[in-house]
């Protein structure tokens, strides 16, 4: 049985099969309207709420009755957050977050700098959502069934990981249920704790009252200040994922930006009002943390204790399963958004271009393979501990909020002569500003010691490296422009031969069925196609007859975002070969293009082969290989070798090819 064929079996049962990037309705189907973008993307944010208002609580220590003030702050914080990532959208309506603002509005390498902190944290993301989530389950299940935690949470990364290598809708829509069960368990949860105390509000209040005397005798106004702003620092991962809807907007269904728009509404009111609600509920049952388990598990069980018979003990199930399953969902937005950054970062030449592949899925299928074994091996490393990753995730989040609010406050500031609300949004995104860097220097102080200075390396040492990787694309794009010159001259050549046969009507050259053919692979009328031409002719001279190109445009996260863009890549990839159809004919020999579009470009060559062997009976196939002045390991990595992927296909179906080595 052929391998290849059994590996496609298996990946289609697996994955699914092929979508067609020329589907007229595709995008309709791969987008997301509003709701869908609140499950998918709005995930993220909700879903902090699982671990974000406990750590802020637990940072209280001994002041519980202070976390009306920190609760307050922190809802506040989401609007203005959420309101200034409003104007980044309409801003840039294709998306690209916080990486394509700091490039675009501070500088090219700002935006790296956000760009590679967006992305350790959206694989902290699928990491602390899926180890969080696993604690929810298993603060309700037997202590004796702790040690399995681990290995549970692996499996949840592995099983996100296949659902989105299907597809986005395929990995959103499974679980609408669960994710509005979350919201409607915990809304009732927060209603009830406010409505059973309703009539003890006064007691809140002067314990509040008596809390603050107690707390400003003892420790002064300074001092008062210092825990509350030190827990509302401590609930920094609240605040995470707001930023997943800038980042996704080509996933959003048209028009986006209003799409994108009413998912950050959902997405704020419902993330307040649940942290809101969280940490007053907290204070009216008195939960005090207890190894093991989780403060919500702690305030469910206090909240449902005198309900009696089993309901108390079946909704403390069913909440505890919906945040549970909110926090996978939750990792959803790394594996949603993370791959769409990488893309971005790629296309910039500042990490290896395949990650701006699209699979036949139509998914940036490296990228998400790439984060989700990433979250594995963080996964592993970090034993599961949200203690830990907490630590980790909080800091690069605020990194990218910090450096687009800075973007956006030079966007304003320049633009004030033009714009006519600018000193509005500049305020907004100046508080921003504010409170994003306040929260990050915290953090920073705080937490440097218990890991913080973990995330500072992690993300210095993928600084280098994209550092690097740049650094060999500007020295390979200086060689291939040295290749280009003969482009300016080949087409003078054309431009000679038609100005000097002006009036002279020159026969098509004819096509020669018993005539050997040159069938050869370009990218684009460039320096390389034509050397790779200009090879065949230097070693076989007049052998061949007839002459055919072949050039396959790629689909990438690129040019993939709608009808008009894959139509425009259709009519550039024709051009493009039939001007080396041109050069040909102007040289008396007989010439054919054969173009196509797709994701991958080995298998549209070899659907392409049928075609032109069926009219060329006598062909050989040519394609002209790059050899640097070094061959080093980068050279394998950062650039293509579809020649050879190629050869090897032809070679299994007998049909000949040449690879003709282009030195640059």
């Not at 609408?176 to 209603?191: C, K, Q, R, S």
């Amino acid at each position: 049985m052929d391998t290849s064929s059994s590996f496609k079996k298996i990946k289609t049962i697996i994955v699914g099969g092929a979508r067609d990037p020329h589907d007229q309705k595709i995008f309709h189907k791969l987008s997301l309207i509003a709701f869908l973008a609140w499950v998918g993307l709005g995930s993220d944010g909700l879903s902090s709420s699982c671990y974000g208002p406990a750590e802020a609580f637990k940072a209280l220590g001994g002041h519980p009755y202070l976390g009306i003030f920190v609760a307050l702050g922190t809802g506040i914080t989401i609007f203005i957050i959420a309101a200034s990532y409003s104007h980044i959208i309409e801003l840039f309506p294709s998306g690209g977050g916080g990486y394509l603002v700091a490039s675009k509005l501070l500088s090219p390498n700002v935006g790296m700098v956000s760009g590679c902190a967006l992305l350790i944290d959206y694989v902290l993301t699928i990491t602390i959502s899926i180890a969080s989530g696993a604690d929810a389950i298993f603060s309700f299940l037997p202590q004796s069934w702790y040690s399995y935690k681990l290995e549970f949470a692996v499996v949840g990364v592995i099983i996100l990981l296949l659902l989105n290598l299907r597809g986005i809708k395929e990995a959103v829509i499974p679980l609408v249920p669960v994710f509005l069960l979350f919201v409607f368990t915990h809304l009732f949860a927060i209603g009830y704790a406010i409505i059973s105390h309703a009539i003890k509000f006064h007691e809140v209040y002067n314990a509040t009252g008596q809390e603050l005397s107690k707390s400003f005798g003892t420790l002064g106004l300074f001092g008062v200040l210092f825990i509350v702003m030190r827990a509302y620092s401590m609930g920094a991962g609240t605040f995470t994922g707001i930023e997943a809807v800038s980042n996704g907007l080509p996933i959003l269904r048209e028009p986006r930006v209003a799409t994108a728009k009413r998912t950050m509404h959902y997405m704020a009111f419902s993330l307040s009002i649940t942290v809101i609600g969280l940490m007053i509920a907290y204070l009216l049952f008195k939960v005090e943390d207890q190894p093991g388990k989780t403060l919500n598990a702690i305030l469910f069980t206090n909240m449902s204790a005198n309900w009696g018979g089993h309901i108390g003990f079946f909704f403390v199930l069913i909440t505890l399963l919906s945040e549970a399953i909110l926090l996978f969902i939750a990792a959803q937005t790394g594996f949603l958004d993370g791959p769409r950054v990488l893309a971005n970062m790629a296309l910039d030449r500042w990490f290896p271009t395949r990650f701006a592949m699209l699979s036949d899925r139509l998914v940036t299928q490296n990228g998400i393979l790439l984060m989700g074994i990433t979250s594995l091996i963080m996964m592993l490393v970090s034993r599961g501990s949200v203690d830990f990753l907490i630590v980790l995730y909080s800091i690069n989040v605020f990194i990218t909020f910090s450096l687009s609010q800075l973007g956006m406050v030079k966007h304003w500031w320049q633009v004030r002569k033009s714009e006519n609300k600018w000193l509005r949004k500049l305020l907004l995104n100046g508080v921003g500003l504010i409170l994003t860097s306040f929260i990050l220097i915290s953090v920073l102080i705080i937490k440097f010691g218990e890991g913080g200075w973990i995330t500072l390396v992690i993300t210095a040492g993928l600084v280098a490296l994209t550092l690097i990787i740049k650094k060999h694309y500007l020295i390979a794009a200086d060689l291939l422009r040295r290749l280009d010159t003969i482009v300016d001259s080949v087409e003078a050549s054309i431009y000679n031969i038609q100005g000097d046969n002006e009036e002279e009507v020159k026969d098509e050259p004819k096509f020669d069925p018993k005539g050997k053919t040159a069938a050869i692979l370009v990218n684009g009328f460039n320096g390389l196609g034509l050397h790779t031409l200009l090879s065949v002719f230097r070693l076989f001279g007049g052998t061949y007859k007839n002459y055919v190109f072949v050039q396959v445009g790629s689909v990438d996260a690129g040019n993939f975002k709608g009808v008009d863009e894959i139509e425009n890549l259709d009519k550039h990839i024709d051009t493009e070969a039939n001007r080396y159809v041109k050069y040909m004919k102007e040289h008396n020999y007989y010439a054919e293009a054969f173009t196509s579009v797709g994701t991958d470009v080995v298998d549209e060559i070899n659907n392409l082969v049928p075609q032109i062997t069926s009219k060329f009976h006598n062909v050989v196939f040519f394609g002209g290989q790059l050899v640097f002045p070094e061959e080093s390991f980068m050279t394998k990595w950062l650039h293509n070798y579809i020649v050879f992927a190629v050869q090897r296909k032809f070679y299994r179906q007998g049909i000949p090819f040449v690879i003709l080595p282009i030195r640059v």
